[in-house]
């Protein structure tokens, strides 16, 4: 594909992606309350465990919270976003830390000082006419939640998260036309902690726990998508799901069907939140696990009444599964490990590169629901060398970057809609799944360790240099 011509569409989005509890850091500043993250500490283990056993992590002194102090972008907005518009972005991708607004999740009013930090923000984004796109909740809802309702699984949350979302509508018109209700909703299944608030260790049946709290978050969803229309006619609504195509081991068809019901796990929430309903092969899942959800009368109409405008994802690879129990070789990936295609090369993390699996994953998530698509994160994690002389030559990041981009546009010329892309921590921050700050997205390099040391200066590395040019040239530089 190098040198011939993209085919990005003129007002094709670019720019890239954050979200608060990763990047802001000041985790009790001007009235913020605790959120889910706050309590994980910083080394992979332990937050594995803290994420299983979030009491004890409660009751644990851990030295460093990463979230803590993170990339201080709470201090530091104005010079991120100005180096954003620098790379010519037209997106940014962000969330809004719910604690910040309500503290402790079901407080009578919002926390203003939370509110004028966002603000600010967008005021920032307008300045350089950058569009943002703005994630309510990404893993980091109020601890006190979780504490006194055990998250989602209590159906007060819908309420409350509805009470949040017509503040931040309210607030934020005019400013904010793009919306995510919950980052990775499928995620839910895998971290319930994160995703739900949720401690399932004791519960007789977790999947019906999890299943029931992502129900609540499914209306919720549907609930806070009307209300965004109705508050602002402009406003427009995305769902957004942990992708990535799921491949066969072999052609022996057991293999076929294990792939297919695997991406129905994910695509579950997607088929609910686009179209309207429950899936048909819900019904056999449930029954299989025994699972009797709770509905109220309104849940029905409200779905059906109210589905997304677009469907967001992130793709950072495909994954691949076999029938057979014998094949064992397994990999990481995005939060669950997948078996290893001997076809990929695999990041420092274990985690696979398949530029072409996003190409087929676009064209599957667009054939399935016929709505325009945001590609929302994508990008490698990978250790970052800082030469004497202050540069940083991340060529393992544009090659991945690159590699990705051709195959969405190839998608774009397959006929697939797609709004714009946003490449994951854009300026390097605090990884989800590990605490870690080694494990690095960005174009912009920051000065902070694994122990939550360093000056927080800003480096440009060589792909923001990259980047740059291809916004320039509407993804013709590739
Ligand atoms: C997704 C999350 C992000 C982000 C990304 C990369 O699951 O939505 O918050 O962190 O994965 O994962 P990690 O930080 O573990 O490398």
Redesign the pocket.
Known sequence: MKGEKMKFPDNFLWGGAT?AN?CEGAYLTDGKGLSLVDILPAKAEKRNEALFNPEQALKTKYQYYPSHQSIDFYHHFREDIKLFAEMGFKVYRMSISWPRIFPNGDDESPNEQGLKFYDQVFAECRKYKIEPLVTIN??DAPLALFKKYNGWANRKLVDLYLKYCEVLFKRYKGQVKYWLTF??IN?ILHIPFLGGGLDVRNSENPEQLKYQAAHHQLVASARATKLAHEIDSENQVGCML?AGQTYPYTCNPKDVWAALTADREGYFFIDVQSRGYYPSYSRKIFKEKNIELQWAATDQQDLLENTVDFISF?Y?SSRLTSADPSVMEKTAG??FASLKNPYLKTSS?GWQTDGLGLRTTMNQIYDRYQKPLFVV?N?L?EKDEVTPEKEIHDQYRIDYLAENLRELGNAIEDGVDCLGYTS??CIDL?????GEMS?R?GYIYVDRDDQGKGSLRRLKKDSFKWYQKVIATNGQFL
């Open positions: 979200a990763q990404h893993f980052n990775e995620m942990a992130s950072y995005n939060i993390w994160e990008g994690g994951w921590g605090v990884s989800a799944g590990s494990k997205y």
